[in-house]
Antibody, heavy 126, light 107 residues
Framework: EVQLVESGGGLVQPGGSLRLSCAAS????????MSWVRQAPGKGLEWVSA????????YYADSVKGRFTISRDNSKNTLYLQMNSLRAEDTAVYYC???????????????????WGQGTLVTVSS | AIQLTQSPSSLSASVGDRVTITCRAS??????LAWYQQKPGKAPKLLIY???SLESGVPSRFSGSGSGTDFTLTISSLQPEDFATYYC?????????FGQGTRLEIK
């Protein structure tokens, strides 16, 4: 059974940093691209970042580029999101998500998501 | 970035009704579209990928159609557990984007 379990969320002041983790199990982690998707309170879904199975290619939404860093440790079956220079507008539930079947865009940065974690809440406030 | 516009934004329907939700892309995305269902406090769940492929384990009352810029999600006979918010997502070009959501409520 595929499982994705996020951790690391919490309350942080504007300008602060936080590192999210996503522990994966039930599939060959290194074979799949992964993403982070966020959802601000009461709002819709926003793609944040993606990483290839090897970790060699990374992609970011413009809203987080230069502040967030996605990475993975395939030996630990874990995905990370390092978030720096946090802003109030980064407040959201952050989900990790696994690449699903079917099409994907050229370059491999965009794909559908067949499994999601339960999410971890990040609150940026003073 | 490609914009996805869902209609309606909200919808009231009864158990047993046939319901259709539309997703329109600001430019052509071939068939690179997925549909998700999200219930309050839960993660989204993949229903349909590649516009019309039913994800494993999803009931056959869900179906998707369309290509290019216009897509639909149809629920053939609403069940009580189908009342939720539905999102479309395009993955034809970077960055991937989502529609604003359609909230399906009980009439």
């Amino acid at each position: 059974e595929v499982q994705l379990v996020e951790s690391g969320g919490g309350l942080v002041q504007p300008g602060g940093s936080l590192r999210l983790s996503c522990a994966a199990s039930g599939f060959t982690f290194s074979s799949y691209a992964m993403s982070w998707v966020r959802q601000a309170p009461g709002k819709g879904l926003e793609w944040v970042s993606a990483i290839s199975g090897s970790g060699g290619s990374t992609y970011y939404a413009d809203s987080v580029k230069g502040r967030f860093t996605i990475s993975r440790d395939n030996s630990k079956n874990t995905l990370y999101l390092q978030m720096n220079s946090l802003r109030a507008e980064d407040t959201a539930v952050y989900y990790c998500a696994k690449k699903g079947s079917g099409r994907y865009c050229s370059g491999g940065s965009c794909f559908n998501f067949d499994y999601w974690g339960q999410g971890t809440l990040v609150t940026v406030s003073s | 970035a490609i914009q996805l516009t869902q209609s309606p934004s909200s919808l009231s329907a009864s158990v047993g009704d046939r319901v259709t939700i539309t997703c329109r892309a600001s430019q052509g995305i071939s068939s690179a579209l997925a549909w998700y269902q999200q219930k309050p406090g839960k993660a989204p769940k993949l229903l349909i990928y590649d516009a019309s492929s039913l994800e494993s384990g999803v009931p056959s009352r869900f179906s998707g159609s369309g290509s290019g810029t216009d897509f639909t999600l149809t629920i053939s006979s609403l069940q009580p557990e189908d009342f939720a918010t539905y999102y479309c997502q395009q993955f034809n070009s970077y960055p991937s984007t989502f529609g604003q959501g359609t909230r399906l409520e009980i009439k």
